[in-house]
Structure formats: C-alpha cells, structure tokens
C-alpha cells in the first residue's frame, strides 16, 4: 500500500509538470503571435489630415449690391473673355413702362404693380406702372493697371448706337415684328440720362432733379409715349481703378442679349406696339461705366407742341390728327406736385420707378373725317400748381384694348 501511495504522488508531480510545460508552450506561442501583428495605428479624428501636397480650399467671394430692393447678393464666377481673367455678376437691367389702359387689372410682371385708378363714365382710364428692381453689372479685371491704359480704346458712340438699333431689329424681326425706326427726340433724351447716370456715377429711371422717364422726354420736345430700359456696367480692375474694353461691339451684344434673357425687359424689346427707337450709350473713362439706355416710342398721332408752361387756371387747346388705323382717341389730364430734388442715397434705393401723376379729368374729343381732333383743356386741379400730364390712348386696329400714346407734361404755375 505504501507503494501505491508514492506511486499515485509521483504521478501526480508528472502531470503537474507537464500542465506547467503546456501552459508555458502556449504562452510562448501567443507571445509570438503578437509580436509577427502591425501595430494597431492610432487615429485622432479632431486633428486634420496632413498630406504632402497641400490642398486649399477656395470659399466663393460674396458680394452684396447696395441697389435697390431687393438686394441682389450673387457670387464671382469666373468666365472666358479676350481680356484675360474676368471675374463677373450675372446682369439684370431695368425697365420703366408707361401709363397704360386696361379693362381688367392683371400683373403682367413678376414685379409688384402700383395702380394709380380714377373712374369715369365710359371709358375707365386706368393708369398702370410697373416696373422691376434694378442691378447692375461689375466686371473686375485681375492684372494691375498699368498707366492711363484704359483711354486707349475710345467707343465709336454712333457705331454702337447703329449697331444697338440692328441687334433690337433682329430680335424683332426673329419674333415675327416690324422693326422699330430711328427716333431723333428719344435719342436725345436718352442720351441725357446715359450722360447724367456716368457723369454723376448712379443707376436709376430718375436723375437728381427727381425727374423719370415722362419727365424728361417730355422736356425735350417729345409729343409721343416712351417705355424705358437702361442697362450699365463698370469695367475695372481688382484696386478699382478703369479698366481698358477692348471690344465694345461684343460688349453691346452681350448687354443686348442680357436684355432679352430678362422677360420685362424682353416684353419692352418686343412689345408689338412699338414703331420707333431712340439710344443714348455713353462710357465715362474715370470710373469705367459703361451706360446704355433705350427709348421705345409708340408713334401714332400727329399731336401740335404744347407749351412748357402755362399759369394756373388758364385754357389751351390741344390740337392733334391720327395716324391710319387708329380711331377713338381719349384724352385725360393728371396732376402730381412740383419735383424734388433727389440725392445720391435716394436714387441709389430708386429701384422702382413711379409716377405720382392722378388722373383728375378724362373726355372723347370729336374727331373730324380726316382724323384731326381738337379739345380745350383747362389747367387747374383743386387751384394747385404742379405739372399737368396731357394723356392720349387710341384704339388701333388689331388692339383689343387702348393704347397710351402721348404723355406731354406742362409746369403750371
């Protein structure tokens, strides 16, 4: 028995052993295993990631026009042009529509519409502005000036006036329109305001005397209606210095072509009504403005020049014939007080263009066979000074509805 008991211990110390041999054979062999693994690598997501070439991250360059509500913020895009790298803001020009007739008040325009309505028997003037906000256009050349460079390129003006009245043409007959004839008085007008907008370097309908488009074709001579689209463009380098244009006809198509992508100012191009053109286009080298404004008449009356001013209360007849297919005329007489002047903070914010004129008196004259009118008409509205619109709407053969055709405004005093 003694031997079975040391022989059961011996065993015992055996298998003892032999656990302690397994178990230090897989320590080793895990020890191994490790060490053969990659290091595990560690990631610190907070920390950018670093590599051998840098890349940058380019944040487009914000601009934010003081222009008239609403406020246009677009962003620099680059595009292609023969004078290097141009940096450039999409265009939007802006438009001035006169007084119309209307049966049935309907905005024609994406834009808010300002009413100005006094009732009659039969027919109902109604007089409708509506005109859309106004931005301009800024193209930023990159290279520094270098010199007076930017004088070397003059603009042909009655080239580009030519060529103005053959892209308005075009786009016109390509819509299936007659085309629009030269208009001496208009041009005149607008070239005035193109003058004014680069010489005093603003945007707007009105200029600093307050006067608009009515206004101021009125004042040199115009007897007719006109519907107004002005466009302007500085053209400088990145300092804000002028910069030169080398190319000026690609410039005026281009500002055509912005002016047909606008539907307003599209619907002014290619209004059927429209029978003449007047442009006024002008570039002022010390700012690099470049200003084009366009004058559409409706020309179908023949009306006598009335006086510029009359004293209050007086009587003056006003005189006129029809051209062919046009009958019906109505005559109507507003009111809105003297002008004020206007400054640079004002027009800058004049986005919208509108008349303060009421009508206060509207009549049918009598129209002889030969299509001559005659009427008399009293200046005097509530014993009020001011200036007095003369309003004219025919009816033209192929027209539903009446037509404004003159807006002659005389200072009463």
């Not at 246009?72 to 141009?86: G, H, Q, Y």
């Not at 027009?347 to 004259?365: D, V």
Request: glycine share 4%; charged share 15%; with cysteine.
């Amino acid at each position: 028995m003694k031997n079975i008991r040391f022989f059961n211990m011996g065993m015992n110390y055996i298998l003892l052993f032999v656990f302690l041999i397994l178990l230090l054979m897989i320590y080793i062999r895990l020890s191994s295993s490790t060490q053969m693994l990659p290091p595990t690598p560690i990631v610190n997501i907070s920390s950018p990631i670093s590599t051998s070439t840098p890349f940058t991250t380019i944040q487009p360059t914000k601009v934010i026009l003081d222009i008239p509500s609403p406020t246009l913020t677009v962003d620099f895009i680059k595009a292609t042009s023969k004078i290097d790298d141009v940096i450039s803001i999409s265009t939007v020009k802006a438009s001035f529509d006169p007084p119309a007739i209307t049966h049935t008040a309907k905005p024609k325009k994406s834009t808010p519409q300002v009413e100005n309505i006094t009732s009659y028997s039969s027919p109902t003037p109604q007089v409708i502005l509506a005109m859309p906000s106004q931005t301009q256009t800024i193209v930023i050349i990159e290279p520094t000036p270098q010199g007076d460079s930017q004088n070397l390129f003059p603009p042909d003006i009655a080239s580009l006036k030519n060529l103005m009245l053959n892209l308005v043409n075009a786009d016109r007959a390509n819509a299936g329109l007659a085309v629009v004839a030269w208009d001496s008085t208009a041009t005149l007008a607008g070239q005035n305001h193109a003058q004014d907008m680069a010489g005093n370097n603003f945007f707007s309908h009105q200029n600093m005397a307050g006067e608009g488009p009515d206004h101021r074709y009125s004042a040199v001579g115009g007897l007719n209606v006109i519907s107004e689209n002005i466009s302007t463009m500085w053209v400088r380098f990145a300092d804000g210095s002028p910069a030169p244009i080398y190319d000026w006809e690609s410039l005026l198509r281009q500002e055509q072509q912005s002016l047909m992508s606008s539907q307003e100012h599209r619907n002014t191009i290619l209004n059927p009504v429209h029978t003449h053109l007047g442009i006024g286009i002008t570039y002022n080298p010390d700012t690099g403005q470049f200003c084009i404004v366009q004058e559409f008449v409706s020309h179908y009356i023949q009306l006598q020049l009335l006086p510029k001013q009359l004293p209050l209360g007086s009587t003056h007849q006003v005189q006129g014939s029809l051209l062919s297919s046009v009958h019906t005329p109505l005559i109507g007489i507003s009111y809105e007080p003297f002008l004020k002047p206007m400054s640079e903070t004002e027009l800058e914010s004049s986005g919208t263009y509108i008349s303060s004129a009421k009508i206060f008196h509207a009549f049918n004259p009598l129209v002889n066979n030969d299509g001559t009118f005659i009427a008399d008409i009293t200046f005097n509205h509530e014993d009020k000074r001011g200036l007095y619109h003369v309003l004219i709407w025919v009816t033209i053969d192929g027209y539903s509805e009446q037509v404004i055709v003159s807006d002659v405004i005389v200072h009463v005093s």
